[in-house]
């Protein structure tokens, strides 16, 4: 095989991993304003960028209040893993329990975990903690992280801090605890503090008066 069909294969497969992550839109990590999110650990982001946690089937959790740009980073990480010809899935937590809850109706379970979850080398779950879960919900989720757990690495950005998980998953403490237990023992867990980018792009346009120095 030449090299001109080697280089045009590549971008070919990046291409079709990119189109298939299903990112709501492109980011980098040159988009992202260290600046104004003062309270990202930017080193600690920088070594996640080489995706060493993807090779070696680790999990991500962002965790930081809303809008300090979790799911950027999330998409960014996400992004330099497609290019690298790596499948990749973006998926709300919310759409990825509904998923599963049409599965197990339809008795297609297994099959659609495999084909929505197992087959990515990269999952990351957007949006965990923005409605509570159901028992039933809660017990699914937990489903979806013992399949990946030590087989695939994963991203989730989160509003609520470990602490309040239990009433995130439905109050289920001793489901949370195990879940948890799996999550973080092969995980980064990276903490993000600062004002939202929506704060910011408001101060931009006038909206808010810039504080006093």
């Given at each position: 095989?030449?090299?001109l069909?080697?280089?045009?294969?590549?971008?070919?497969?990046?291409?079709?991993?990119?189109?298939t992550?299903?990112?709501?839109?492109?980011?980098?990590?040159?988009?992202?304003?260290?600046?104004?999110?003062?309270?990202?650990?930017?080193?600690?982001?920088?070594?996640?960028?080489?995706?060493?946690?993807?090779?070696?089937?680790?999990?991500?959790?962002?965790?930081?209040?809303?809008?300090?740009?979790?799911?950027?980073?999330?998409?960014?990480?996400?992004?330099?893993?497609?290019?690298?010809?790596?499948?990749?899935?973006?998926?709300?937590?919310?759409?990825?329990?509904?998923?599963?809850?049409?599965?197990?109706?339809?008795?297609?379970?297994?099959?659609?975990?495999?084909r929505?979850?197992?087959?990515?080398?990269?999952?990351?779950?957007?949006?965990?903690?923005?409605?509570?879960?159901?028992?039933?919900?809660?017990?699914?989720?937990?489903?979806?992280?013992?399949?990946?757990?030590?087989?695939?690495?994963?991203?989730?950005?989160?509003?609520?801090?470990?602490?309040?998980?239990?009433?995130?998953?439905?109050?289920?403490?001793?489901?949370?605890?195990?879940?948890?237990?799996q999550?973080?023992?092969?995980?980064?867990?990276?903490?993000?503090?600062?004002?939202?980018?929506?704060?910011?792009?408001?101060?931009?346009?006038?909206?808010?008066?810039?504080?006093?120095?």
């Open positions: 095989m030449d090299l069909t080697q280089a045009s294969r590549g971008a070919s497969r990046r291409a079709t991993c990119l189109r992550a299903r990112f709501p839109a492109i980011k980098t990590l040159d988009g992202y304003d260290f600046s104004f999110v003062s309270g990202a650990p930017r080193q600690q982001i920088l070594e996640l960028a080489g995706l060493a946690f993807v090779e070696r089937t680790k999990s991500v959790v962002l965790l930081g209040p809303s809008g300090v740009g979790k799911t950027h980073l999330a998409i960014v990480l996400g992004y330099l893993a497609t290019q690298r010809g790596w499948k990749v899935r973006f998926i709300s937590a919310a759409d990825l329990v509904l998923l599963s809850e049409s599965a197990q109706r339809q008795g297609r379970w297994n099959e659609v975990l495999h929505a979850v197992n087959i990515y080398r990269l999952l990351i779950i957007n949006e965990i903690g923005y409605l509570p879960m159901s028992r039933e919900q809660a017990n699914l989720f937990f489903q979806v992280v013992a399949k990946r757990y030590e087989k695939g690495a994963m991203i989730l950005p989160s509003n609520p801090t470990f602490g309040s998980s239990d009433q995130i998953l439905a109050e289920e403490t001793v489901l949370t605890a195990a879940m948890l237990d999550l973080l023992h092969h995980s980064t867990v990276v903490q993000i503090s600062g004002k939202g980018y929506q704060l910011k792009d408001k101060r931009r346009a006038g909206m808010v008066a810039k504080p006093k120095e």
